[in-house]
T-cell receptor, first 112, second 115 residues
């Protein structure tokens, strides 16, 4: 069945370094992808999205890369800050079912 | 602040009881979604309403039901509660029914503890 998963459940980086969070998906009909950030005690917060007709999209300090050939997307965070510490989820939707399917999440810890 | 309001923030109840969770979507949003987040299952989609009508259903138990009212706020009813229903319940809203570009914005959640 459809699934969205993450390669790394935890990621620890030094403040100022770049972070890369990876996500694999299995539904070839997926045409829209979203990254969310969830801080402790809060709801998921939208970070950036990308449609399947694109392979890269940039936001403020964040970049999402999409590789449809291998069904993989990544979130790159530049100059990671302590405030970036959170769980990051990728989510995908597509085909006739617009349900958003979430991956299990990656815990990013930024060390000062 | 996402603009999505959920009440209550915390709910403690006993097994067998029934509770109602409330969600007010962002102004102008027609879709409301309910999700359950637990440690072992991650973020699971339960149900979606669009402009008052049920639009999509996920792994929602028969003991759970939801509705969206004319003013577009939504309620999730959980009955015959079991210990395993303890979780965070999130509401999200979006402008459209679905499709690319339809960003879902999440509320802060209701933490349900069943004792």
């Amino acid at each position: 069945g459809e699934s969205v998963g993450l390669h790394l459940p935890t990621l620890s980086v030094q403040e100022g370094d770049n972070s890369i969070i990876n996500c694999a998906y299995s539904n070839s009909a997926s045409d829209y992808f979203i990254w969310y950030k969830q801080e402790s005690g809060k709801g998921p917060q939208f970070i950036i999205d990308i449609r399947s007709n694109m392979d890269k999209r940039q936001g403020q300090r964040v970049t999402v890369l999409l590789n449809k050939t291998v069904k993989h997307l990544s979130l790159q965070i530049a100059a990671t800050q302590p405030g970036d510490s959170a769980v990051y989820f990728c989510a995908e939707t597509g085909g006739s079912n617009y349900k958003l399917t979430f991956g299990k999440g990656t815990l990013l810890t930024v060390n000062p | 602040d996402s603009g999505v309001t959920q009440t209550p923030k915390h709910l403690i109840t006993a097994t067998g009881q029934r509770v109602t969770l409330r969600c007010s979507p962002r102004s102008g949003d027609l879709s409301v979604y309910w999700y359950q987040q637990s440690l072992d299952q991650g973020l699971q989609f339960l149900i979606q309403y669009y402009n008052g009508e049920e639009r999509a259903k996920g792994n929602i138990l028969e003991r759970f039901s939801a509705q969206q009212f004319p003013d577009l706020h939504s309620e999730l009813n959980l009955s015959s509660l079991e210990l395993g229903d303890s979780a965070l319940y999130f509401c999200a809203s979006s402008a459209l029914a679905g499709g690319p570009g339809n960003i879902q914005y999440f509320g802060a959640g209701t933490r349900l503890s069943v004792l």
